[in-house]
C-alpha cells in the first residue's frame, strides 16, 4: 500500500450527532463529517441546550467519543466542531442529547468493623470506608443493634458512638453502605461489645451517745442526781458498690456504785446517681423540597424520671420543640436532624436522624395529541415549570431518532405511523420531568411511490443510496432502449445514473456508454456534500463525463465521480485482461472514497498490479479528488467475489463477498470449507481489525450485502445452503439456498443472527440501517418464508421481500411485492427518517400498493419508497 497526500478541504460543520448512553456513567457519541479524515474534534457538554458548554474531550481523525464519569440519572447535551491543526475552527454541529442510565449498583460491604465500651453506658464503633462504583456517589452508612437499624452515618465519617445503653449489657452491632441512589450493600460482618458496669457515691452516718448516772444512798434526804450527756455525730464516705446496711448495738455494764449505759446507732445509706434520657430522632428520611417532612420523638425515655422536653433542630436553621414536629425544606441536600431531650433532673441526650431531600422535578408540558402529513412540519409547544427553582432547558425527542431543543420547535415525520414526542425539561438543579404527547402521522404523497423503467428487454437496477435531504440515486444497466427518467434515454447495454427527488420526482440521469461500449452499474454512494459515486463494470470505450476509457479485456472496473447536479467531476478505469467488476462503494466523513470488486492477476488500483493467476478480492481506496491512497488483493481463486462494502462512523471499513482456498485480510490466512462467506473491518488505512468467515464443505455461501450502525456494529445479509454457523452454533437451511442477517460488534463479536428459507432458493440483497439501528433488508424467496413474523407467500415464482428488524435482532415485520414470474429486489437503503428505498427488477407487472406497474418486455427496473 502507498499513499497520497491530499489538499486540505475547507472545514464544514459535523451533522447527524448522536448521544447514546451505554452505562449510568457513560455516553457514546457519534457523528459524521464530510471534512477531510486528518481534522481533529472538539467535543462540548452541558447541562442545557441553550448555555454552558464546556469542553470535555477531543477526537483526533475519528468521529466517534466516549464520555465518561458521567452523574447516572442525568441529562447530557452535546455539540462537536471541527478543528484545523492551525487551531480554526467549523461551526457547530446540531445538538445531541442523551441521559445516563440509573444506578442500581450497590456499594461495598464496610469491613473492619469494631466496637469498643466506653464506661457502662458507650460504645464506639469505628470501620473502613466503602467505595461505590455505580455513578451516584457514597451517602453513608446505616448502623444496625441486633439487626435493628439505629441511625445513618454520613460519608465521610467512618466511625461513630452509640449512647444511653444499658450497664453491664451485651451488644451486637452490623453496618451497611447506602449510595446516593439509595443503593444498600449487604451488611457487615457483625461484632460485640459489653457495657462497663456503674460505679456510685456512699455516704456513712454514725451517732454515738453515752450517759452515765451516779446515785449515792444515805440517811439523809435523797440528795440531787448529776446526768451528763455526750452526743457525736461522725460523716465518712466513700465508694463502694451500690449497697444499704443497718444496725444498731446496746451494751449495759451494772457495779455497785455506777451504771453505764452506751448506746451506738450506725446507719448506712447508698443512692446512685440519676441516669441520663435516652433520645431517638427516628428513623431516616428521604423526601422532596416543599413536602412537609413528620418527625416524632415517642421512642425517647428515661430510666429514672420524666422527660420534660424535646428540641429539635432541623439542620437548615430551622427549629420546633415538642415530641411530634413538622418541617418542610426549600433546598435540596442531606440534613442532619438532631433530636435533644431533658428530663426532670436537667439531664439531657440527643440523637441525629438524615433526611435526605431531593430536588423537586419540574413539571413538563408537551401540549396536545396532534395529527400531521408525512413531511409537514409539526410545531410542539413546550412549557414546563418549577415549585423550588427555575426550568434551565426544554428537550424534546420526537419518536423517530431525532432530537431538538427549545421550549417551541418543529419536525416533520418522513414516514406514515404513530410517534411519540417526548419533551424534556431540566431545572437549575439538574432535575428533570417529562410529558409526551401523541403524534399521528398519515400518508402523503411523498411518503409512498414507485416507479418502472424498462423496453424490449432486460433491465436491472443494482445500486441505491439516498442523501441527506431524502433525494435517490439509483443505478444499473438497460439492454433495451429506456426512459430511465425526466425523459433521459439510454441506449442498450447502456450504465445508467438517475437522481429522484424525496416525493419521487425526477431530477436529473445520465447514460454511460451504450452499443458497442457498454456495462452496468453495480454500486453508489454519496458523500456528505451530496457528491455521487458509481462503481460497475464496462467494456470497449465508454466516456464516463471527463473523457473516454477503454477495457484492457473482456470486462473492466469502472469507479466515477459527479457533483450533486450530476456534472461529472473524475472517472477511472482498472483491468487485467479478465472480467472484472466493482460491485460495491461507500464513502467516508472526510469524502474518501472505497471500492470493492473483484479482478483477475494484473489489474492495478495505483499501488502495483495485483498477483493472482486467477480472481482476487479487491479493495482500493481513495482520495475525494480520486488519488490514489491504497488497495489489497486478497486470495487467488476463480470462485472468489468481493460485494459489499460499508464505513463506520470511524472510517473503518467492512467488507463481505464470498471466497474458497485460502484468503487473508491481514490477521491470518482464512480457510473456506466450501465456497464461504467472508465478513472482514479494516481500519481506515487498510490495517487488518478483524476477520472471519462462515461456511460448510460442498456448499456455495454468499455474503452480498454489508451495512455499519452509528456505534460501529456490521451487518450484513446474503444466502447460504446446507449448513452454516454465524456465531450462534450451526444452523441449516430448510432446503436449498436459505436467507440470512447477523450482526457482530464493532470488534467482530456476534450479537445475533436471523434465517428465513423454504422449499426454494431464497436470499438477502442488499442491507442497510437506520439512525435509530433498526435493519433493513430486501432480497428474493420463493414459495412460502416466515422472515420471522409471519409467514409471506410468493405470487408467482420469486417475490421480492422488504424484512425489517430492530436493533436486538426483534423481526419488525416484512412485505413481499411481485406477480406471476421473477422478481427481485437487489439493493436499499433508508433515508434520515428511517424510510425503506428499494431497487431492483421485475417481470410481467407487480402491484406496490399504488398504481399497479407493467413490465414492458422481459424485467423491468423499478424503484419504491415504501414503508
Not at 435516652?278 to 422532596?288: K, L, M
Request: aromatic share 8%.
Amino acid at each position: 500500500m502507498t499513499g497520497h497526500a491530499t489538499a486540505e478541504a475547507a472545514l464544514t460543520a459535523p451533522f447527524s450527532l448522536v448521544a447514546t448512553a451505554v452505562s449510568s456513567s457513560q455516553i457514546n457519541l457519534s457523528w459524521r463529517d464530510a471534512n477531510p479524515g486528518s481534522v481533529s474534534y472538539s467535543i462540548e457538554r452541558s447541562l442545557s441546550a441553550t448555555s454552558g458548554f464546556t469542553v470535555v474531550g477531543a477526537a483526533d481523525r475519528q468521529s466517534a467519543y466516549q464520555d465518561t464519569g458521567l452523574a447516572s440519572g442525568t441529562s447530557y447535551y452535546y455539540r462537536v466542531r471541527a478543528l484545523k491543526p492551525g487551531g480554526s475552527a467549523s461551526a457547530y454541529s446540531n445538538i445531541a442529547i442523551a441521559m445516563t442510565l440509573g444506578d442500581r449498583t450497590a456499594p461495598s460491604v464496610p469491613t473492619g468493623l469494631t466496637a469498643s465500651p466506653v464506661g457502662c453506658g458507650q460504645i464506639n464503633l469505628a470501620w473502613n470506608g466503602a467505595t461505590d462504583t455505580g455513578g451516584s456517589g457514597l451517602l453513608g452508612y446505616k448502623l444496625y443493634r441486633g439487626g435493628l437499624f439505629q441511625k445513618q452515618v454520613l460519608a465521610p465519617a467512618t466511625s461513630t458512638s452509640d449512647v444511653g445503653l444499658t450497664a453491664a449489657t451485651a451488644y451486637s452491632y452490623a453496618l451497611a453502605a447506602i449510595d446516593k441512589a439509595g443503593n444498600e450493600s449487604a451488611k457487615s460482618i457483625p461484632v460485640s461489645a459489653t457495657t462497663g458496669t456503674c460505679l456510685a457515691t456512699t455516704t456513712t452516718s454514725t451517732t454515738v451517745t453515752t450517759s452515765t448516772t451516779s446515785t449515792t444512798t444515805s440517811t439523809r434526804p435523797p440528795t440531787t442526781t448529776t446526768s451528763t450527756t455526750t452526743s457525736s455525730t461522725i460523716l465518712t464516705t466513700t465508694t463502694i458498690l451500690t449497697t444499704t446496711t443497718s444496725s444498731t448495738i446496746l451494751t449495759t455494764t451494772t457495779s455497785s456504785s455506777t451504771s453505764t449505759t452506751t448506746a451506738s446507732s450506725s446507719t448506712t445509706s447508698t443512692t446512685a446517681p440519676p441516669k441520663p434520657p435516652i433520645a431517638n430522632a427516628g428513623p431516616d428520611q428521604f423526601t422532596q423540597t416543599m413536602a412537609p417532612v413528620g418527625f416524632n420523638g415517642g421512642g425517647s425515655f428515661d430510666l429514672d424520671g420524666t422527660l420534660i422536653a424535646y428540641a429539635w433542630s432541623f439542620g437548615d436553621g430551622g427549629s420546633a420543640s415538642g415530641m411530634v414536629a413538622s418541617h418542610m425544606y426549600t433546598t435540596p441536600g442531606t440534613y442532619s436532624v438532631i433530636l435533644t431531650v431533658t428530663d426532670n433532673s436537667g439531664l439531657r441526650s440527643s440523637d441525629a436522624a438524615v433526611v435526605s431531600v431531593a430536588n423537586r422535578p419540574p413539571v413538563a408540558n408537551a401540549g396536545p395529541d396532534q395529527t400531521a402529513s408525512a413531511g409537514s412540519a409539526v410545531t410542539f409547544n413546550g412549557s414546563g415549570s418549577d415549585p423550588d427553582g427555575t426550568v434551565g432547558s426544554y428537550g424534546w425527542d420526537f419518536g423517530d431518532g431525532t432530537s431538538a431543543a427549545g421550549a417551541t420547535v418543529s419536525h416533520g415525520y418522513a414516514a406514515p405511523g404513530s410517534y411519540t414526542a417526548t419533551l424534556t425539561v431540566t431545572d437549575d438543579r439538574g432535575a428533570r420531568g417529562t410529558d409526551s404527547a401523541l403524534v399521528t402521522v398519515t400518508g402523503s404523497a411523498g411518503s409512498r411511490w414507485a416507479h418502472g423503467f424498462g423496453g424490449t428487454a432486460s433491465d436491472v437496477g443494482y445500486g441505491v443510496a439516498v442523501d441527506a435531504s431524502g433525494n435517490t440515486v439509483m443505478t444499473g444497466r438497460v439492454e433495451s432502449i429506456v426512459d430511465v427518467g425526466g425523459g433521459v434515454v439510454c441506449p442498450p447495454a447502456a450504465v445508467f445514473v438517475s437522481k429522484t427527488s424525496q416525493s419521487g420526482a425526477a431530477m436529473w440521469a445520465k447514460c454511460l456508454g451504450g452499443d458497442l461500449g457498454g456495462g452496468t452499474g453495480r454500486g453508489v454512494a454519496i458523500d456528505g456534500n451530496g457528491n455521487v459515486l458509481v462503481t460497475g463494470k464496462f467494456s470497449g470505450t465508454v466516456d464516463f463525463g471527463t473523457g473516454p476509457l477503454s477495457s484492457a479485456g473482456a470486462a473492466d472496473i469502472f469507479l466515477a465521480k459527479y457533483s450533486a447536479a450530476g456534472d461529472p467531476i473524475w472517472s477511472k478505469a482498472f483491468g487485467s485482461g479478465m472480467n472484472d467488476i466493482g460491485n460495491g462503494v461507500a464513502v467516508d466523513s472526510g469524502g474518501n472514497v472505497v471500492l470493492i470488486g473483484t479482478a483477475g492477476g494484473g489489474a492495478d488500483f495505483g499501488g502495483g498490479p495485483i498477483m493472482a493467476n486467477g480472481y482476487s478480492v479487491v479493495v482500493a481506496k481513495f482520495s475525494p479528488t480520486g488519488a490514489y491512497l491504497w488497495s489489497m488483493g486478497i486470495g487467488d481463486s476463480f470462485s472468489n467475489s468481493g460485494n459489499a462494502v460499508a464505513v463506520d462512523p470511524s472510517g473503518n471499513i467492512a467488507v463481505t463477498g464470498a471466497f474458497s482456498g485460502p484468503a487473508d485480510f491481514g490477521g491470518g490466512v482464512l480457510t473456506s470449507a466450501g465456497v464461504d462467506i467472508f465478513l472482514a473491518k479494516l481500519s481506515p488505512a487498510g490495517g487488518h481489525l478483524w476477520s472471519r468467515h462462515f461456511g460448510s464443505a460442498l456448499a456455495v455461501h454468499a455474503g452480498n450485502g454489508v451495512a455499519c450502525d452509528g456505534s460501529g456494529n456490521v451487518l450484513v445479509t446474503g444466502s447460504f445452503e446446507n449448513s452454516i454457523d454465524l456465531g450462534a452454533g450451526w444452523a441449516t437451511s430448510f432446503a436449498h439456498k436459505d436467507m440470512f442477517v447477523a450482526k457482530y460488534s464493532p470488534a467482530g463479536g456476534y450479537l445475533w443472527s436471523r434465517l428465513a428459507g423454504g422449499l426454494f432458493d431464497d436470499a438477502g440483497s442488499g442491507i442497510a440501517v437506520d439512525m435509530s439501528g433498526k435493519v433493513v433488508v430486501t432480497g428474493t424467496f420463493q414459495a412460502a418464508v416466515n422472515f420471522g413474523a409471519g409467514s409471506l407467500t410468493s405470487a408467482g415464482r420469486t417475490d421480492i421481500f422488504v424484512a425489517r428488524y430492530a436493533a436486538d435482532g426483534t423481526p419488525l415485520g416484512a412485505q413481499r411485492f411481485g406477480g406471476a414470474d421473477f422478481d427481485a429486489g437487489t439493493a436499499v437503503a433508508v433515508d434520515g427518517g428511517g424510510r425503506p428505498v428499494v431497487t431492483g427488477c421485475y417481470r410481467l407487472g407487480v402491484d406496490f400498493g399504488g398504481t399497479p406497474l407493467t413490465a414492458a418486455g422481459m424485467d423491468d427496473i423499478f424503484l419504491l419508497a415504501s414503508w
